[in-house]
T-cell receptor, first 115, second 115 residues
Framework: GENVEQHPSTLSVQEGDSAVIKCTYS??????FPWYKQELGKRPQLIID?????GEKKDQRIAVTLNKTAKHFSLHITETQPEDSAVYFC??????????????FGTGTRLTIIP | DTEVTQTPKHLVMGMTNKKSLKCEQH?????MYWYKQKAKKPPELMFV???????INESVPSRFSPECPNSSLLNLHLHALQPEDSALYLC??????????????FGPGTRLTVT
């Protein structure tokens, strides 16, 4: 099955600086890579995603890059703000024979923004 | 309505009890999912229903029994649970798009404590 590794497990950055989280996946059949943000006691919420036919995607302060050959993808947050503090999960998704998506999550990164 | 709802928010049950968790969505999604999330860990897939049929069971013990009465509802019946089953149980739903890349929308979860 799919295996997703995520690094680092914890990350502290000064407010205004950039944060980078990296993930690798094992199964070349994975074709969709969402990133979820989960605040304490809350549900995971999608913040950005990228499809396997795209190398980079940006949404305001958040960007994701994908290298299919190397099987790794990264999340970049610029101009970090205190409200960016949360746990971030990467995930790799593949379509099953039943037509639904099977998500495999990375182990998570606890991001702390220091004011 | 772009929300997945779950009831109850919190549940405390003894090891001999029978209880049920409920999940509902009115987004017309045809795939619904149960995940288990332990503290400081990523969500782990338990079951997937696609068009009201069970398509994936990730080798979950039989003390967890899923049910999908219709396309909007998903239940998880619990019986004879163990203390190690205490966790946050998340429900999610997604469309089943022909091209794939289906975003999963998560509910707020049920915090389950088994005593």
């Amino acid at each position: 099955g799919e295996n997703v590794e995520q690094h680092p497990s914890t990350l502290s950055v000064q407010e205004g600086d950039s944060a980078v989280i990296k993930c690798t996946y094992s199964d070349s059949a994975s074709n969709y890579f969402p990133w979820y943000k989960q605040e304490l006691g809350k549900r995971p919420q999608l913040i950005i995603d990228i499809r396997s036919n795209v190398g980079e995607k940006k949404d305001q302060r958040i960007a994701v890059t994908l290298n299919k050959t190397a099987k790794h993808f990264s999340l970049h947050i610029t101009e970090t703000q205190p409200e960016d503090s949360a746990v971030y999960f990467c995930a790799a998704s593949m379509r099953t024979n039943f037509g639904n998506e099977k998500l495999t999550f990375g182990t998570g990164t606890r991001l702390t923004i220091i004011p | 309505d772009t929300e997945v709802t779950q009831t109850p928010k919190h549940l405390v049950m003894g090891m001999t009890n029978k209880k049920s968790l409920k999940c509902e969505q009115h987004m017309g999604h045809r795939a619904m999912y149960w995940y288990k999330q332990k503290a400081k860990k990523p969500p782990e897939l338990m079951f997937v229903y696609s068009y009201e049929k069970l398509s994936i069971n990730e080798s979950v013990p039989s003390r967890f029994s899923p049910e999908c009465p219709n396309s909007s509802l998903l239940n998880l019946h619990l019986h004879a649970l163990q203390p190690e089953d205490s966790a946050l149980y998340l429900c999610a739903s997604s469309q089943v798009l022909a091209g794939g890349y289906d975003e999963q929308y998560f509910g707020p979860g049920t915090r389950l404590t088994v005593t």
